[in-house]
Nanobody, 121 residues
Framework: QVQFVESGGGWVQPGGSLRLSCAAS????????MIWVRQAPGKGPEWVSG????????RYADSVKGRFTISRDNPKMTLYLQMNSLKPEDTALYYC??????????????RGQGTQVTVSS
């Protein structure tokens, strides 16, 4: 079945960097758009970034544009999110998902365990 294993989160000071990974399995990864979503405590899910199935098209939320970079390695079935210049407001649980397009979660009722990102001094 569809499975995602996110990793790479942690605690970082403002201005720092992290690289998140999402290992996917159970479906033809290279044929699906993929997205990153985050959820801060007490808030709803927030779309962060999306990438086309082949990796040539990327989209970013205004809040992360210029700081985050999404990429994918289709042979490795892995999605990445490079996060630079992190801010306290980036603190959230980050998870990946298949995209209905570059913005919407194809499977909103399912997600992996996610990886926690905490930005504080």
């Amino acid at each position: 079945q569809v499975q995602f294993v996110e990793s790479g989160g942690g605690w970082v000071q403002p201005g720092g960097s992290l690289r998140l990974s999402c290992a996917a399995s159970g479906f033809p990864f290279s044929t699906f758009h993929m997205i990153w979503v985050r959820q801060a405590p007490g808030k709803g899910p927030e779309w962060v970034s999306g990438i086309s199935s082949g990796g040539s098209i990327t989209r970013y939320a205004d809040s992360v544009k210029g700081r985050f970079t999404i990429s994918r390695d289709n042979p490795k079935m892995t999605l990445y999110l490079q996060m630079n210049s992190l801010k306290p407001e980036d603190t959230a649980l980050y998870y990946c998902a298949r995209g209905q397009n570059y913005y919407m979660n194809l499977d909103p009722g399912y997600r992996g365990q996610g990886t926690q990102v905490t930005v504080s001094s």
